[in-house]
């Protein structure tokens, strides 16, 4: 009895070649990075949700006073849509820059590059997992919210939270996936957290709203990929936004589909991975 898996062809003798996608390798590698921060999940889910409450109840406190509201509903439930896809895009990014980076750090690239995966299929497992890295984080930082008295998330257009929110963590998780193959040694991707992932989010729209601002700085949030992320992900809980919904999901797709493709080409080239 031939025990082979089903999706393999033989070329020569002793040559199995897959014909299809390598699943069990692709699912391998998947529960590989999942176990990874899985396993200081205090440290990788649980300190970021406690993090972003500690921003929810700073300013809520400083800024929220006197009934204070902004598009009609009150400062928390305004900040708090934000604040969970700000900590969904930071640790998507953490998650898929580290994977690669560290292989190259510690010798061991080669478990990354040797394995029967294709490049698409190499990709999907690292974006998968940083992915799931973001929902966990997002699904702990809504229930700590949800606990929390006076503040409402319950979300009114699920559709749109689950569009922007997988967009976002996907856009975030192919950068932390260039920042990885470019990167070699730990600093380069902490500067690229410090210098462009936290100031984008910071400056997202995530603690205001843009329509207080003058015309040039709404045309600079209008040009930061993360305003349409925070925007769209909070009309998924408000039904407010202050940018077009559709043109942003539209945008976010499309910027997805280049780093993408971005990612496909250097990993295939074997850019600053193979020496």
Not at 122 to 144: D, E, F, S
Not at 152 to 171: K, Q, R
Request: hydrophobic share 55%.
């Amino acid at each position: 009895m031939n025990d082979q898996p089903s999706n393999w062809v033989r070329t020569a003798p002793g040559v199995p070649v897959i014909r299809n996608v390598n699943w069990g390798g692709l699912k391998t590698l998947y529960v590989k990075e999942v176990r990874r921060f899985f396993k200081v999940q205090l440290q990788t889910v649980w300190a970021p949700a406690v993090t972003t409450m500690l921003f929810l109840v700073i300013f809520t406190v400083a800024l929220g006073g006197s009934g204070r509201r902004i598009m009609g509903v009150p400062f928390a439930d305004f900040i708090a849509p934000g604040l969970i896809i700000m900590a969904m895009l930071q640790n998507a990014f953490a998650n898929a820059s580290f994977s690669l980076l560290v292989g190259k750090i510690q010798g061991t690239i080669v478990d990354y590059l040797m394995p029967p995966l294709s490049t698409g299929e190499l990709i999907a497992a690292l974006i998968g997992a940083a992915v799931t890295r973001a929902i966990l984080v997002g699904c702990a930082v809504w229930l700590a919210m949800a606990l929390w008295p006076g503040v409402h998330v319950t979300p009114l257009h699920p559709l749109a939270m689950i569009w922007f929110g997988l967009m976002g963590a996907m856009m975030l998780g192919f950068f932390g996936l260039l920042t990885s193959i470019w990167g070699e040694k730990f600093d380069h991707a902490a500067a690229v957290t410090n210098f462009v992932v936290a100031p984008l989010s910071l400056l997202s729209g995530t603690f205001y709203s843009i329509e207080s601002l003058a015309p040039t700085f709404q045309a600079v949030s209008h040009a930061n990929p993360f305003f349409y992320v925070i925007s769209g992900f909070r009309y998924g809980f408000l039904k407010e936004a202050d940018s077009p919904v559709l043109f942003g999901g539209i945008l976010l797709l499309a910027i997805n589909i280049a780093l993408c493709a971005a990612c496909y080409a250097l990993l295939r080239s074997g850019w600053k991975l193979k020496n």
